[in-house]
């Protein structure tokens, strides 16, 4: 069953917090407070439209906004596609067996710190991952993952050092950065794909 919860989205402009049902989201709605555009330009939402992977078939789904309430099919396999809009106030633990499902199947773009608890530079990335996890709540999704007790995926993706910050959307890898990263220098990179 589709997800009929409000969503909950912060205005880049003046900060505010917008509650929108998920039926709303791609009708480009504004700000309550400013009349600002809640979404940017490049935004998959501005066209009211996102994509889903069926978890049977792996198949992407381009699904509108308007038919999430129809309980779509995939039109592959004609299996119910599942959706998943929650939001999040703190990076989500990302694992070896968790990693597709969380990661690769979200419709929203998805921030992956790859960690390690004893390395210097990640506890100081920290509150700045922290930080994006809360400011961009409902417009990314971030979660951390430690390579110390998992190394199937950051072996997949060739992570070679920690911290390393890798975006991704729609399964695909979209960019990364290694190494420590600014706050500022790490929100310039991010801002393009969040919704």
């Avoid at 695909?172 to 600014?182: A, F, N, S, T, V």
Wanted: aromatic residues 10%; hydrophobic residues 30%; positive net charge.
């Amino acid at each position: 069953m589709p997800d009929s919860t409000d969503y909950y989205i912060l205005c880049t402009h003046c900060g505010a917090k917008n509650k929108l049902p998920v039926v709303r989201l791609g009708q480009s709605p504004n700000c309550g407070k400013c009349k600002e555009q809640l979404f940017s330009e490049s935004s998959p939402l501005r066209s009211g439209t996102f994509i889903v992977s069926c978890k049977q078939c792996q198949t992407s789904n381009k699904i509108p906004f308007n038919k999430i309430g129809d309980q779509p099919i995939c039109g592959r396999c004609k299996s119910s596609l599942a959706f998943n809009f929650s939001t999040q106030t703190t990076p989500l633990l990302l694992s070896d067996q968790n990693f597709t499902d969380t990661v690769l199947r979200s419709p929203l773009p998805f921030l992956v710190n790859f960690f390690s608890p004893n390395c210097g530079p990640c506890k100081l990335l920290s509150p700045t991952i922290n930080k994006i996890a809360r400011d961009y709540q409902g417009r990314l999704k971030v979660g951390s993952f430690n390579v110390d007790l998992n190394q199937h995926v950051p072996t997949l993706y060739r992570v070679g050092g920690t911290p390393t910050l890798v975006l991704f959307q729609y399964g695909k890898e979209l960019g990364r950065l290694e190494g420590y990263q600014p706050s500022g220098a790490l929100i310039s990179w991010i801002q393009p794909h969040a919704w």
